[in-house]
């Protein structure tokens, strides 16, 4: 899927996020043109597991001093923080995640939960469902349910937002 550049750390990480980015411009188009709701969701989840991947790959990066601490594959962020902090590692990128993970409002905790409630039963058994006989509860429609409007809108501001921590990353890593 991706590949890491030996020159730039977070070179692979910026392929994964132009995947999120794509994915999230295809879901939209694919939102107008009304194309099925399991598509639609599938599409949804895309853009998440890069997002995250994104995330993980960089948190992961704080391990890259110690080659037996990632034979382990990782591929949540509260495993790579419990093997970072197991192993004594402190890294400026790691920390930037774990004060995003840990701060409700921040978009990345989100994300974290989402991507992890895409692994639960629940995630996975999301399917598209039949129309309702109700019109008046598409009037009520909550905007941050899932495909709705507040919904995209967040996944566009968690593009952003990781968009934003890896600059801060990049810069974190050439400082220290």
Not at 4 to 31: D, H, P
Not at 140 to 154: C, F, K, N, Q, V
Request: charged share 25%; hydrophobic share 45%; with cysteine.
């Amino acid at each position: 899927m991706s590949r890491m550049v030996r020159e730039n750390q977070v070179s692979g990480l910026r392929e994964r996020l132009f995947f999120a980015q794509w994915t999230l411009r295809e879901l939209r188009k694919n939102l107008e043109r009304n194309a099925p709701r399991g598509e639609l969701l599938a599409q949804r989840a895309a853009v998440i597991f890069h997002l995250y991947s994104t995330v993980v790959g960089l948190a992961r990066q704080a391990l890259r001093g110690q080659p037996d601490l990632l034979s382990a594959r990782q591929i949540s962020l509260a495993e790579v923080e419990r093997t970072a902090t197991a192993a004594g590692v402190h890294s400026p990128e790691l920390l930037l995640i774990s004060e995003a993970r840990t701060n409700r409002s921040d978009l990345l905790c989100w994300l974290d939960e989402e991507a992890l409630s895409l692994f639960a039963a629940s995630g996975m058994a999301r399917r598209a469902q039949a129309p309702t006989e109700n019109s008046l509860a598409i009037a009520a429609e909550d905007p941050y349910a899932l495909l709705a409007s507040g919904d995209i809108e967040r996944l566009e501001q968690s593009v952003a937002r990781v968009q934003q921590l890896l600059q801060d990353a990049a810069t974190l890593m050439e400082e220290w």
